[in-house]
């Protein structure tokens, strides 16, 4: 079966605009997670997503967002970029709520010019 | 701040056993140990968890202390596609942050031929 999917792949922005990133999860997964990494600060959480409801967050400005849509597909969005957001975004999908294994993306590259 | 303590690096030749520590001392009653890798450019792959009792699936093995303050991931017979950075986090089953996984440093181990 098909994996999680992020796209897209790269993306180059210019400081101020804003982005979205799209994450389709395993067919049948309803939770969606949401993850930076940065050489600096390694991976961390941003968010996660069950049954269209953000469950859970993490310590990141309101500049990020995202939501999940009723077909468990989510976005993110970041406003007014900022060179430090330029980082790789990864999306996580799991079955269910109480579901341990996490499946990644391949993650979408955010370069900030 | 990571609850879970491993070394920078690991070397390993190619077909012999990887065996990766990880010390988490102040582990709670109900967190468990999962292992994650990331091999690089791709998005974190769920390796194996566990609570209490060694497991076993047909990646690795996790063996656990009886006090549970330290577990080992064992590699086997580790290829060259086995290089990669290890993650070892934990994570309690049913609590609010369930969803949420916290990336320490990792392990990186290198497979040498």
């Known amino acids: 079966k098909a994996g999680v999917t992020q796209t897209p792949r790269y993306l180059i922005k210019t400081r101020g605009q804003q982005v979205t990133l799209s994450c389709s999860p395993i067919?049948?997964?309803?939770?969606v997670s949401w993850y930076q990494q940065t050489p600096g600060q390694g991976l961390q959480f941003l968010f996660e997503?069950?049954?269209?409801?953000?469950?859970n967050k993490g310590n990141f400005p309101g500049r990020f967002s995202g939501r999940q849509f009723s077909n468990s597909r989510s976005e993110m969005n970041v406003s007014t970029l900022e060179l430090g957001d330029s980082a790789l975004y990864l999306c996580?999908?799991?079955?269910?709520?109480?579901?341990?294994?996490?499946?990644f993306g391949q993650g979408t590259r955010l370069t900030v010019v | 701040d990571a609850k879970t303590t491993q070394p920078t690096s690991m070397d390993c030749a190619e077909g012999r056993a990887a065996n990766l520590p990880c010390n988490h001392s102040t582990i709670s009653g109900n967190e468990y140990v999962y292992w994650y890798r990331q091999i690089h450019s791709q998005g974190p792959q769920y390796i194996i968890h566990g609570l209490k009792n060694n497991e076993t699936n047909e990646m690795a093995s996790l063996i656990i202390t009886e006090d549970r303050k330290s577990s080992t991931l064992i590699l086997p017979h580790a290829t060259l596609r086995d290089t990669a950075v290890y993650y070892c986090i934990l994570s309690n089953a049913g609590g609010t942050s369930y969803g949420k996984l916290t990336f320490g440093q990792g392990t990186i181990l290198t497979v040498h031929p």
């Open positions: 067919s049948g997964h309803r939770s």
């Open positions: 997503y069950f049954s269209e409801t953000q469950r």
């Open positions: 996580a999908s799991r079955r269910d709520w109480g579901s341990t294994e996490a499946f």
